[in-house]
């Protein structure tokens, strides 16, 4: 679920920000050199960070967990067919972070 969680905002943060470039960057706002549009940007960018620093944290302490159970003894080996099923959920599974 995370894995698709980062996918989404991957796309959704892209094209928020070829819409909001379009949006802020116009003769309007070009007092002071754009310093407005600079920092809806830079606002936008510092947000990006902080949702992606999230998600990392998130699954680098879901790597740490399995490893975990693995460690308890949790790690009975599983047929194909549950593994394929079990998908990201399965207790080998590492997310690259």
Same mark, same amino acid.
């Given at each position: ?7 989404? !905002?991957? @796309? =959704?943060?892209? $094209? &928020? *920000? ?8 116009? +003769? ?8 407005? +549009?600079?920092?809806?940007? @830079? *606002? %936008?960018? =510092?947000?990006? @960070? ?6 990392? %944290? ?10 975990? @159970?693995?460690?308890? *003894? *949790? ?6 067919? !549950?593994?394929? &099923?079990?998908? $990201? ?5 590492? %997310?690259?972070?």
């Amino acid at each position: 679920m995370q894995c698709a969680v980062g996918v989404a !905002m991957q @796309i =959704t943060i892209g $094209d &928020l *920000g070829a819409i909001a470039g379009v949006l802020i960057y116009r +003769p309007a706002f070009s007092a002071h050199r754009f310093r407005r +549009p600079h920092m809806i940007a @830079i *606002g %936008y960018l =510092t947000f990006s @960070i902080a949702l992606s620093s999230a998600l990392w %944290y998130s699954m680098a302490s879901e790597n740490r967990r399995r490893a975990r @159970i693995i460690a308890a *003894g *949790g790690n009975e080996l599983v047929d194909h067919e !549950m593994k394929v &099923l079990l998908d $990201d959920r399965e207790v080998h599974w590492r %997310y690259r972070v």
